[in-house]
């Protein structure tokens, strides 16, 4: 029995050593050799010794390819034969197999094995490489298209957003060659250019916080605007569609506005509503329409001044209320801003209207500027400047006293005259005119002084049209003008003498009659009166030294010097 026992023990310990010979033999085989499912570089090399692996590996060399894949999924190929590719030994595969465990033979014959990625020993012409690479259809500059930023944009709903950033096509060479040497030298069959970093990137992404802050900052400019309020009705509203265009951020997001753009659109603005310096419409008293100059009444806008307000209005970037800064304004605004309050001058008709709200407070006949001394009056739209009592009026050549002073251009005004004046109208002015001034008998030049303010309108025309309005005497009481051009009226003089001038009157029985003075005192002639002492009638009939006193009794008396039944004598009825 015990010899059975030990037959039995020295079976089974020499089969253990056989196994452990055995195992052992194979594990000094895997000394020199690699295990199985060994891969070195992707290339198979179980069981070989490092000499047979490095000509594996060698073999594997001359049929390099790498393949390199751009963003767009383009790709290129380069065969080692291009630029020289062979592997050299530099100990790196003998290296690997001193790592392995040769006694793990067994379990590597059935476990996935071991995978090595070495970084072989080559040698390569750079120069051949480099030129390959440069030929890449991928790295043509017509084939490359470059990165943009991202940016603020306007969007369609009328706010500011960003625009993302776009990658492009656009590669670094220096980049790509430096990838592809790498890729080489370490054996590599592929290269993905974009995730090895070798295209150029937008400098700035919709991420960045300035560019954010620039949309918060486009947004509150784009909300604003300006209303410019320039009288009247009239609202011009400059908002974001126009002056976003000049708006700009510099780096550091500080908002600027391009200042000769704004310039441009307060002179635009000036231009459209200023009125001084133009022709406009004027309806006449006598319903003519003429074209008056605004030379000192109306608009006009201090265009400089203006442009610096606006510009730091547009800064401040707040919805603003504004009005103009003028150097001239006028009372309304409308067709010719002057309104229902002015006074009217005709040069042709020396007639002179004040209205006051509507209201026709004076019409007087007048004596404007003398025509044959070239003192004539100034024509345009001008403005009562201010008013002054007991004035005393100089010249070169005169120092005259008045009671009303109303001047409204320069030194020509509006004033009394009657301390030296005692006719007006008709065609007095061509050759006994004023220095420019409207001479205006006292009681009507009171009326408007009373009643008139600084900046009320002067309308100052040269009618096309002579209506026929007759001279008459200081001290007579002036009608509304009729259709006709010509009304009556009468006055008493200093000496209580009745005046009948500058119409037709009627007689008892209602007839209007003209031309003829009867016994019966049914009708009277209708003249102009002259009490200057220069010996012509203010129409500038000769009257020699007649006194213009006749006494109608019981039949027609006519004594102004000239044949009976003259139209230019003077009637005082006692």
């Not at 010979?21 to 000094?28: D, E, I, L, P, R």
């Not at 002036?478 to 119409?503: H, K, L, M, R, W």
Request: with cysteine; net charge negative; charged share 20%.
């Amino acid at each position: 029995m015990r010899k059975r026992t030990a037959i039995l023990l020295a079976i089974v310990l020499f089969l253990l050593a056989c196994v452990l010979g055995t195992y052992t033999a194979c594990a000094m085989y895997y000394t020199t050799h690699f295990l199985k499912n060994t891969t070195i570089n992707g290339i198979d090399v179980s069981g070989m010794t490092v000499t047979e692996a490095e000509e594996q590996i060698a073999a594997e060399a001359e049929e390099y390819r790498l393949v390199i894949t751009g963003r767009d999924e383009e790709q290129e190929t380069i065969l080692g034969t291009d630029f020289d590719y062979c592997f050299v030994s530099n100990g790196e595969t003998a290296a690997l197999l001193g790592e392995q465990n040769a006694f793990s033979w067994l379990f590597a014959c059935f476990l996935d094995g071991q995978s090595y990625s070495m970084d072989t020993s080559v040698t390569y012409d750079a120069e051949k490489l480099a030129a390959v690479v440069q030929m890449f259809s991928m790295m043509q500059a017509d084939q490359m298209t470059a990165p943009e930023n991202a940016y603020v944009t306007l969007l369609e709903d009328g706010t500011y957003g960003i625009v993302a950033e776009t990658e492009g096509t656009q590669l670094d060479t220096e980049k790509v060659v430096t990838a592809v040497e790498t890729a080489v030298e370490s054996g590599k069959k592929s290269l993905n250019l974009e995730m090895a970093g070798c295209y150029i990137s937008a400098e700035v992404t919709s991420e960045e916080e300035s560019l954010i802050e620039a949309v918060s900052l486009y947004n509150q400019y784009a909300s604003m605007y300006i209303n410019y309020y320039m009288s009247g009705d009239v609202v011009v509203t400059l908002d974001s569609s126009t002056f976003m265009d000049w708006f700009s951020l510099d780096e550091e997001n500080t908002p600027s506005f391009d200042y000769d753009s704004v310039a441009a659109w307060v002179e635009t603005l000036a231009d459209t509503y200023d009125t001084i310096g133009t022709y406009e419409p004027f309806v006449t008293s006598n319903g003519e329409t003429v074209y008056v100059e605004s030379v000192t009444y109306g608009w006009k806008m201090d265009r400089e001044s203006e442009t610096e307000a606006l510009y730091n209005l547009l800064l401040a970037g707040q919805i603003e209320g504004r009005s103009p800064v003028w150097t001239n304004s006028a009372l309304t605004r409308g067709t010719n801003d002057v309104g229902d309050t002015y006074v009217e001058i005709d040069y042709t008709n020396q007639r002179m209207w004040y209205y006051k709200d509507g209201e026709l407070l004076v019409e007087t006949p007048v004596v404007t500027g003398n025509v044959s001394t070239g003192n004539v009056s100034p024509e345009g739209m001008f403005y009562i400047v201010y008013k002054k009592q007991d004035a005393v009026l100089t010249g070169e050549t005169y120092e005259t006293p008045v009671n009303y002073w109303m001047p409204f251009y320069g030194n020509v005004g509006i004033h009394d005259a009657d301390s030296w004046r005692s006719s007006y109208g008709g065609t007095i002015y061509i050759t006994n005119g004023s220095h420019g001034c409207i001479n205006t008998p006292t009681a009507q030049a009171q009326t408007i002084f009373e009643n008139i303010e600084a900046g009320t309108p002067v309308i100052c025309y040269t009618s096309s049209t002579n209506y026929g309005y007759s001279t008459a005497s200081s001290g007579t009481s002036y009608a509304a003008n009729s259709s006709s051009g010509s009304s009556s009226s009468s006055t008493d003089d200093e000496d209580d003498n009745i005046i009948i001038i500058d119409g037709n009157s009627s007689d008892s029985s209602g007839t209007s009659s003209s031309g003829s003075s009867t016994a019966d005192g049914g009708s009277t002639e209708t003249n102009r009166i002259d009490d200057d002492d220069d010996d012509t009638t203010s129409d500038g009939l000769s009257t020699g030294d007649a006194e213009f006193e006749i006494t109608i009794s019981d039949e027609t008396i006519w004594s102004d010097g000239s044949s009976s039944g003259s139209d230019d004598g003077v009637i005082i009825i006692e």
